[in-house]
């Protein structure tokens, strides 16, 4: 008896079911109107210049009047367009060439800055982010005139030291952030267990800072793949990079061809994002 009253007391405080259903979708009526009408913006801001090179790409004018479908601009861009090649295979070249090599220091840096107690290790920590925060044209400056005055003659080398020196910070700075949270409890287990410092460093350190080494190498080939200003300054004849020969060309006006470009690039870098999902899914979840 008394859980048969207490549930008609209970049913007529709630309020109709009905009644509540109307409220819920009210209020998520106003809350999806809003988020919706931004994430349209966001998306259209971000995409519609895309979805325009993507569809001018197949114009079979060089104009922005569209004058019928054509194939034309993909044909001379993988028939014609020998030049171009070389400087995107340049381009990758140095962004690989760039970023595995700061990989390699940035990671050693940041955990022997970390690991390691030294006098000069605030100003290592510090110096090791002017890359970061300074503008460009004025590293692209301060390059070439070190370049110049080791008489270092300009060309792929000196755009490969370029890239490195500003990608070091990038993965400096996300090891340190992965060595921040890492539990040294660790280390000292496997130094009980009879385990050397470089085995500790290969089997248990490096592992542990994977996903922070992994960020750091895939923001590296970003930045250097689309680098200008500094390539700029330290490039030298028969070495331009792709951001370079992009930078020539559109000063005689802007070739369909690079639309072309553009969208082998896009669909390459889609198709190697579905293939390597796996993987990222895993370092994201590490």
Same mark, same amino acid.
């Given at each position: ?52 090179? #993507? ?94 005055? #080791? ?136």
């Amino acid at each position: 008896m008394k859980n048969i009253i207490h549930g008609i007391v209970t049913s007529l405080r709630a309020p109709p079911a009905g009644e509540a259903a109307r409220h819920a979708r009210r209020a998520y009526r106003k809350s999806f109107s809003f988020s919706q009408t931004v994430f349209m913006v966001t998306i259209v801001f971000l995409f519609l210049p895309l979805f325009v090179l #993507i569809l001018y790409s197949f114009n079979a004018s060089k104009g922005m009047n569209w004058t019928g479908f054509s194939l034309v601009w993909y044909e001379q861009l993988f028939f014609r367009s020998g030049d171009l090649w070389k400087a995107f295979w340049h381009s990758i070249f140095i962004a690989l060439g760039s970023a595995v090599s700061a990989t390699v220091i940035g990671t050693l840096g940041a955990i022997g800055v970390n690991w390691y107690r030294f006098r000069l290790r605030a100003y290592v920590q510090t110096i090791s982010f002017l890359p970061m925060i300074l503008p460009e044209i004025i590293i692209g400056v301060s390059l070439s005139v070190f370049f110049a005055g #080791i008489k270092m003659q300009l060309g792929l080398g000196t755009i490969l030291i370029a890239h490195i020196t500003f990608n070091l910070p990038f993965v400096f700075l996300m090891v340190m952030a992965r060595l921040d949270e890492f539990d040294f409890s660790i280390i000292e287990a496997a130094r009980d267990l009879g385990a050397s410092e470089l085995q500790t460093l290969l089997k248990v350190t490096i592992p542990v800072c994977m996903p922070g080494i992994v960020s750091g190498f895939l923001t590296a080939v970003t930045i250097s793949l689309e680098d200008f200003v500094i390539t700029y300054f330290v490039t030298g004849p028969g070495a331009s990079t792709l951001p370079i020969y992009i930078y020539s060309a559109i000063r005689f006006g802007v070739s369909p061809v690079i639309n072309a470009l553009s969208v082998v690039m896009i669909l390459g870098t889609v198709l190697l994002t579905f293939l390597l999902r796996n993987f990222l899914r895993y370092i994201a979840a590490k």
